[in-house]
């Protein structure tokens, strides 16, 4: 059994609280808040757990093996560096931090301390992301030419970071995820209408080492909520909806071929392919749940997690360019 430490009980921890209570390996013995009502909150639904003021003490309890940081991001590299010194295991909230030297820094001290840090990047343990990764892993796309996302809903704002780092995160890990590695440069724009220096919207261009690219529109400042990712392939093209309850995933058997011309020999006209349209079964579980489970298994078997600092190094090393060609007027800049 796996004793977890929650700090950060505000809109996210409660999930992480809910999770890891649940789960058969781990229970939650102690969480931290600064806050006095989201303590007495968290204490209304789990009067079993301690609940501490600050990080600190949570550390500092009798028997804990691990703890999830549920901070706002500027927090994260603070606590996050406590916690591996007082030798705990961390499931960090995403971003790891707010800039990859720092993250690189936690992910060297917690494998020196032998210790497992995960960052959560829930949507790498979403079964339609995990169909998408499939489709461009096994072939069936062909080869990937580029894939676009599209993130935007009329909130929630946050007040600590702008768009790019609450929301475009989760894209720039998607696509590290599915294309295998970093982008090579990055160019964006971006602009802040509601908050000063806090961007509402960005769209960003990543161009990966293959020659990839994909795009990315992110807005806490938007009528309609869409969660939704393109691929398109030289065989086949994929799309996911999150909000889609019967099939996030629809794979299309459509591309574009090159017949012959029948009068000239030796000259080629580009044709549309359309071929079926097939809705895959996709099991729907909570995200969370999975990826709880994941660090609870990193846990037990003292395994490193693909979602470590180093991949979340990164994700931070492209939210950092994107910012920078941001404020470059959209110059692409390097990764
Ligand atoms: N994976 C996801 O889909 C997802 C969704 C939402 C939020 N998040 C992440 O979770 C984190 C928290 O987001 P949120 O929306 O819950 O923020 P929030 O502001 O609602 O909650 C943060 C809580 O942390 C407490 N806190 C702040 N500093 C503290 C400290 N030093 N010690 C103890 N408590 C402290 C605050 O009092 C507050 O209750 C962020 O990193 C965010 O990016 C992830």
Redesign the pocket.
């Known amino acids: 059994m796996v004793n977890i430490g929650v700090?950060?009980?505000?809109?996210?921890?409660p999930n992480h609280v809910r999770n890891f209570s649940q789960l058969s390996g781990s229970t939650v013995v102690a969480v931290?808040?600064?806050?006095e009502e989201?303590r007495k909150a968290i204490l209304a639904s789990y009067p079993e757990v301690t609940a501490y003021k600050?990080?600190d003490e949570l550390f500092a309890h009798d028997g804990l093996d691990a703890v999830v940081i549920?901070?706002?991001?500027a927090?994260?590299y603070e606590?996050v560096k406590a916690a591996l010194g007082a030798g705990l295991d961390v499931l960090a909230?995403?971003?790891l931090a707010v800039t990859a030297v720092q993250c690189r820094e936690l992910d060297e001290l917690a494998k020196k301390n032998g210790r497992v840090l995960m960052v959560?990047h829930?949507f790498l343990f979403n079964s339609g992301i995990l169909k998408l990764k499939e489709c461009s892993d096994d072939g069936s796309l062909g080869k990937v030419y580029y894939g676009h996302a599209t993130r935007v809903n009329l909130g929630p704002i946050r007040e600590d970071v702008g768009a790019v780092f609450?929301l475009a995160t989760?894209d720039i890990s998607i696509f590290n995820y599915i294309f295998g590695g970093c982008p090579t440069t990055v160019s964006a724009s971006g602009k802040c209408f509601l908050q000063k220096e806090l961007e509402d919207l960005a769209f960003l261009t990543l161009t990966y080492p293959s020659g990839q690219v994909a795009n990315v529109h992110v807005s806490w400042l938007d009528p309609k909520k869409i969660r939704t990712i393109t691929l398109v392939g030289d065989r086949k093209m994929v799309t996911w909806d999150d909000l889609d309850p019967v099939g996030p995933i629809h794979i299309y058997d459509k591309s574009v071929i090159q017949e012959p011309y029948y009068e000239s020999f030796g000259e080629f006209h580009l044709l549309a392919r359309e071929g079926d349209i097939t809705i895959p079964k996709v099991k729907m579980s909570e995200p969370l749940r999975a990826q709880s489970q994941h660090f609870i298994d990193c846990i037990s078997k003292r395994a490193e997690s693909f979602s470590d600092g180093a991949f979340a190094a990164g994700v931070v090393a492209v939210l950092e360019a994107t910012q920078k060609s941001i404020e470059a007027g959209g110059a692409p800049v390097e990764v």
């Open positions: 700090v950060g009980i505000g809109h996210w921890g931290a808040d600064t806050s989201r600050t990080a549920a901070t706002p991001t927090t994260h606590l909230e995403k971003p959560g829930v609450d989760h």
